[in-house]
């Protein structure tokens, strides 16, 4: 069974960082590539940043790249997405999702959500 819970969003000021955590299980680990998505009002899904299970390679949006970092614990079964010089345009609601197979397939094809958490950036 794939699990998938958020946590770590908050209010930040412009240029400030968060790290959200992705808590999910042994299996969704092994078997999913795991990526992060946001959505802002009025907008559409954007996938940000995917990490392959089977070799942890990973895939960074150009909206994100250079500014944020995916990474795994294993041991902890958590996928991370460490957020640094944050700006106003980063406002949304951040998802971590499962993908289709081991591979982190440049973010597409996606299909098992977690709830969400709210990062908003704002002076």
Not at 51 to 72: M, N, P, Q
């Amino acid at each position: 069974q794939v699990r998938l819970v958020e946590s770590g969003g908050g209010l930040v000021q412009p240029g400030g960082s968060l790290r959200l955590s992705c808590a999910t299980n042994e299996y969704t680990m092994d078997y999913y590539a795991i990526g992060w998505f946001r959505q802002a009002p009025g907008k559409e899904r954007e996938g940000l940043s995917c990490i392959s299970s089977s070799d942890e390679s990973t895939y960074y949006s150009d909206s994100v790249k250079g500014r944020f970092t995916i990474s795994r614990d294993n041991s902890k079964n958590t996928v991370y997405l460490q957020m640094n010089s944050l700006k106003p345009e980063d406002t949304a609601v951040y998802y971590c999702a499962a993908g289709r197979s081991t591979w982190h397939d440049r973010c597409r094809q996606y299909d098992q959500w977690g709830q969400g958490t709210q990062v908003t950036v704002s002076s």
